[in-house]
C-alpha cells in the first residue's frame, strides 16, 4: 500500500500493532499482507499518538529528534510558552510536542516553599487555579498574620502576598489597625431618683496588636458592647436625672476614664469616649417644657420690671434738671411743640400776640 506523507507530517509504522519505527515526508510503500499498517499524524502541538507508550516511541531517533518531552516533578507546576510566549497552565506529570515548526517550552516552578516568589508573575499567577494558592491582600491601616497548618508564621503589612498550598495549609487574617467609632444607641437607664432614660453613647477606638488580638478576642465587636453597656449602666445610675442633665460633660469623662481601666481586656486602645444625647420620656419632657416656660416667663417679668424702673428713674432725673434750670425746660417745650407740629396739617395764628406765645397757647 501506498503512503505519501507531507512535509508537515509523521508517520507511525506498525507491523501487527506494534510500533516500527517513526517516518518523515516522502513517499512509502508497506505490504498490508505482512502486517503493516501506518498512522499518520500533523507534526503541530502536542503528540496526540501516545497509544504507544513514550518510553517505547523514543527508542526511535527521528521520533526523539522531532519532539521534545517535558516532564514535571511532584510539588512543581509549570508553565508552557511557545515560541517565547506563555500560553497557559501546564499541571500534568508529563507532555510530549512536537518541536519541528513551534518551539515548545515549560517553565517548571515548585510549589515546595509556600511563598510565592517574584518569579511567579501576575500573568503566570493569573493562569493558575485558585485551589493551587491563597492570596492576601494587605491594604492601607491593615495588618496581615499568615499561618501554616494554623501555626503563626508572620506579621504582613501593605500590599499583595500569595502562598503555595502543597506543603502547608495556609490560612490567614487582616485585621484593620485604624480607629472605630462603636455606638450605643438608645442605652436604657434607671437614675438614682428612679427615672428611665435612654441614652446614646459614642467610643472611638483601635487595636493596640494584632497578634496579642488574634490569640485573644473572638467578637470585638460584641464583648465591647457588652462591657460598654456595663460601663454606662453602672456610673449613670448613681446620678439624679438634674445631675445628668447639669453634668453631661463630668459623666462623660468618668465613662471615658473606666472604659480606659478596661482596654486591656480587649487588646485595644479607647481614644474617645462621650454621651451624645439624653432621651427623656414623653412625660417628664412635658414637665421639663412647662418648668422651662415658666422660667423664662419670670425671667421676662423681671426684666420688664428692670426696664419700668429704669425708665422712671430717668423721666425723675428729666423733671429736676427741668425744675431746676428754666432754659433747659423751655429747650424741652420747644422740642414737644415740635413735634406737635409735625403731625399738625394747618395752623392759623393773628397778629395780636407772638408766634410763640399763640403757639404755647394752643398746647
Avoid at 493562569?127 to 498574620?145: C, N
Avoid at 485604624?178 to 446614646?200: A, C, P, S, Y
Avoid at 414737644?336 to 404755647?360: F, M
Wanted: glycine letters at 6%.
Amino acid at each position: 500500500m501506498k503512503y505519501m506523507i507531507k512535509d508537515n507530517q509523521a508517520g507511525f509504522v506498525l507491523k501487527n500493532g506494534v510500533f516500527q519505527k517513526m517516518i518523515t515526508s516522502g513517499t512509502y510503500y508497506f505490504s498490508k499482507l505482512f502486517g503493516y499498517h501506518v498512522e499518520i499524524e500533523e507534526m503541530t502541538g502536542e503528540v496526540d499518538y501516545l497509544d504507544v507508550p513514550y518510553q517505547v516511541l523514543s527508542r526511535d531517533s527521528t521520533f526523539l529528534n522531532a519532539t521534545i518531552h517535558i516532564e514535571i516533578p511532584d510539588g512543581s507546576i509549570g508553565f508552557l510558552y511557545v515560541n517565547g510566549k506563555l500560553t497557559s497552565f501546564a499541571n500534568r506529570k508529563e507532555y510530549t510536542f512536537w518541536n519541528q515548526f513551534d518551539k515548545y517550552q515549560i517553565k517548571v516552578v515548585s510549589m515546595e516553599e509556600p511563598v510565592i516568589g517574584s518569579q511567579v508573575s501576575k500573568q503566570m499567577i493569573s493562569l493558575v487555579p485558585k485551589s493551587y494558592y491563597t492570596e492576601m491582600a494587605v491594604g492601607e491601616g491593615e495588618i496581615g498574620l499568615v499561618y501554616y497548618d494554623h501555626v503563626l508564621q508572620n506579621q504582613l503589612s501593605k500590599g499583595i502576598y500569595r502562598f503555595w498550598n502543597f506543603s502547608h495549609n495556609i490560612t490567614g487574617k487582616i485585621f484593620d489597625m485604624k480607629q472605630k467609632e462603636l455606638d450605643i444607641v438608645g442605652q436604657e437607664i434607671l437614675t438614682k431618683d428612679k427615672i428611665g432614660i435612654r441614652m446614646n453613647v459614642a467610643c472611638m477606638y483601635k487595636i493596640r496588636d494584632a497578634v496579642e488580638f488574634a490569640s485573644t478576642i473572638s467578637d470585638l465587636k460584641g464583648q465591647l458592647y457588652s462591657a460598654a453597656q456595663l460601663v454606662i449602666r453602672e456610673i449613670v445610675g448613681n446620678y439624679k436625672l438634674d445631675e445628668i442633665l447639669e453634668g453631661k460633660e463630668h459623666i462623660s469623662k468618668e465613662i471615658f476614664a473606666a472604659l480606659k481601666e478596661r482596654e486591656t481586656m480587649f487588646c485595644i486602645n479607647f481614644l474617645t469616649a462621650g454621651i451624645k444625647d439624653i432621651i427623656l420620656p414623653g412625660e417628664i419632657k412635658a414637665i421639663m417644657n412647662s418648668v422651662l416656660v415658666a422660667e423664662k416667663t419670670a425671667q421676662a417679668n423681671v426684666i420688664s420690671r428692670r426696664e419700668e424702673v429704669a425708665s422712671t428713674r430717668s423721666l425723675l432725673n428729666t423733671a429736676k434738671l427741668m425744675d431746676e434750670n428754666k432754659t433747659l425746660y423751655k429747650l424741652k417745650e420747644l422740642e414737644y411743640l415740635e413735634r406737635i407740629c409735625d403731625r399738625v396739617g394747618e395752623i392759623s395764628v393773628n397778629g395780636n400776640a407772638g408766634l410763640l406765645e399763640q403757639l404755647g397757647k394752643i398746647m
